[in-house]
């Protein structure tokens, strides 16, 4: 199956899913908000004044450090105990998916002496969303989405915008282990991502962000961070709450949600293409009229169709594109032949 076919497909089967889901949960998930939760204040960590501007370091996106009291140690000491040693984020999204699990974070927590049942190695947990909106994340981070931006007059103001949020990234990092109550005396929480964000000259943010699973509105509703939003703020980390069924949809808008609502990059939904798009039914191609989804960074394009400018299916436009040239050509010919 190509990938073109594939790209429709599969926007038929989530778009489907979703109406499912609508029906079991008796939620109105189409037209839900992206962000379900955020923190009323940012929560500033100080660095040590001996060390350098934590802008001045650009290493990014390495996984060596998935443990809160790890990063804990290296941000007291001045980021010297932060090294990626080379380790960086899966480039592929097949690799990614095969190492994101609960039970892979649960078996590190249990290496490093937290007390971790069995059943918890052995059960894999996953959530689809997660895995689509780290991806997205991946693919924004490494400049290889910059397709999703529209082209618009003020271009070299998205750029500084975009330039300022890449340096301030200083580590992003799944299945996040943080111990509860009392260290390794109990399970730990794994937040879905932790991002850790320069802020100012010498000071960091914490952001936590959880994906809500679907399988927490068929538990009636019941979030695994449900009654430790206190105690997470209390460790310092900033919790942001979104909805995985945007996640399935379109993971690059759900990433621009958190980069807007945490203002590491507040004008980032002002330049995706396909913003307006506020409800899940209003993903729909401008051309062969289906579902649409955005699970890659081109899957959703713009096309010009008379005086209107519409979104449509990235194979929906090449064949327009391909239908327009044969028919010019075909002009062509018959003018010359006159």
């Known amino acids: 199956m190509s990938l073109d076919v594939q790209e429709i497909k599969s926007a038929i089967r989530i778009h489907d899913y979703i109406s499912q889901l609508e029906k079991l949960t008796k939620l109105t998930l189409k037209n839900s908000d992206i962000m379900l939760g955020a923190p009323k204040n940012k929560i500033v960590f100080d660095l040590p004044s001996h060390s350098k501007p934590c802008y001045e370091y650009v290493e990014q996106l390495y996984q060596e450090i998935g443990d809160r009291d790890l990063l804990m140690q290296a941000l007291r000491t001045g980021w010297h105990y932060i090294s990626s040693n080379g380790t960086t984020i899966p480039t592929s999204k097949e690799k990614y998916f095969q190492q994101l699990n609960t039970s892979q974070a ?36 490494h400049g290889k989405a910059l397709g999703i931006w529209s082209n618009q007059a003020n271009f070299s103001n998205f750029m500084y915008s975009y330039a300022k949020f890449y340096k301030a990234i200083k580590l992003i990092a ?21 991002w850790v964000a320069s802020h100012n000259s010498n000071q960091v943010r914490l952001l936590g962000l959880e994906v809500a699973g679907e399988q927490h509105f068929l538990n009636g509703g019941h979030s695994k961070t449900l009654g430790s939003e206190k105690y997470l703020e209390k460790l310092g980390f900033e919790m942001y709450h979104v909805a995985s069924w945007w996640c399935r949809v379109d993971p690059y808008r759900v990433i621009c949600e958190f980069l807007k609502e945490s203002e590491i990059f507040p ?20 051309i062969c009229h289906r579902p649409m989804v955005r699970l890659g960074w081109d899957w959703i394009q713009q096309c010009q169709i008379g005086d209107r400018t519409v979104y449509a299916h990235k194979h929906c436009v090449a064949h327009k594109v391909a239908d327009k040239l044969s028919t010019r050509g075909r002009l062509d010919v018959q003018s010359q032949r006159c």
């Open 106 to 141: 649960f078996r590190v927590a249990k290496q490093r002496g937290y007390q971790v049942p069995e059943n918890f190695l052995s059960t894999k947990q996953f959530c689809y969303g997660q895995y689509e909106a780290y991806s997205a994340m991946h693919e924004i981070m």
């Open 174 to 194: 799944p299945q996040f282990i943080v111990p509860s109550s009392s260290y390794q005396s109990s399970i730990p929480y794994i937040l879905d991502q932790l």
């Open 267 to 286: 004008e980032a939904q002002n330049y995706l293409i396909g913003a307006e798009l506020d409800t899940i039914d209003k993903y729909v191609c401008g």
